[in-house]
């Protein structure tokens, strides 16, 4: 049986909660598309949250990652197609850093691919009938620090696929953040469900365009 990590990280930036954090906890122990979910959270903290990533990684011994965090302002479920090698923090981490244009691995590549099948991916949840898009930046805070770090360490894995998932805030963190746009939690765990389904059965993204002009 395949196992899939699915990771999400705490609540940060003064929200009590992260939707990443309480849509894994529902998939925590399930089995779906024939794999084994086991879920982390992860510390929205520079470095730490790669160094735990990497001792989840090295003690689960997934077939495949998923990490999960919030992007609020954004209407879908998104699925990020590269991470860059910089720290750029407009806001300071949950352990008061706050690096500005620092590379996450000095002497790295600027930046490395999803190694999911993105487009597969959207298609399922747009099919499924939840909103989702290909995104082509992970901002430069923990989340892209975080992707960035897992596709380094994955480089040298080529048998464990990984990537990365952005998701809208929840309803009740709108009363917060007003005029921002969110989404159910049930509907984000379907549609996290459906990406996950997708990553197992495509190992050729599908060839159509999700590209945007500026
Ligand atoms: N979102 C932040 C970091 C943690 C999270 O859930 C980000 O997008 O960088």
Redesign the pocket.
């Known amino acids: 049986m395949k196992t899939v990590l699915i990771t999400g990280?705490e609540p940060?930036g003064g929200e009590p909660v992260?939707p990443?954090l309480e849509a894994i906890r529902r998939l925590e122990k399930s089995t779906i598309g024939g794999a084994q979910i086991v879920t982390r959270a992860l510390p929205?903290v520079k470095d730490k949250a790669i160094s735990h990533l990497v001792s989840h990684i090295d003690e689960i011994r997934p077939d495949l990652v998923l990490a999960v965090?919030?992007?609020g302002g954004r209407p879908e479920l998104s699925v990020e197609r590269v991470a860059i090698n910089v720290d750029d923090y407009r806001i300071k981490d949950n352990e008061g850093n706050q690096p500005i244009d620092e590379a996450i691995v000095a002497g790295g590549p600027a930046a490395y691919w999803s190694s999911l099948p993105i487009k597969a991916m959207v298609e399922a949840a747009k099919q499924g009938g939840i909103p989702a898009s290909v995104s082509n930046s992970?901002?430069t805070?923990?989340?892209?620090h975080l992707f960035y770090g897992l596709m380094h360490h994955l480089a040298k894995k080529e048998a464990i696929r990984g990537g990365f998932i952005?998701i809208p805030y929840l309803p009740e963190q709108t009363v917060r953040n007003p005029g921002q746009p969110s989404m159910a939690l049930e509907t984000i765990v379907l549609g996290l469900e459906l990406f996950i389904k997708a990553a197992l059965k495509y190992r050729e993204d599908l060839k159509q365009s999700a590209g945007t002009i500026c």
């Not at 805070?141 to 892209?144: A, D, R, T």
């Open positions: 990280f940060f992260n990443a929205v965090g919030q992007a992970a901002g805070f923990v989340c892209n952005h």
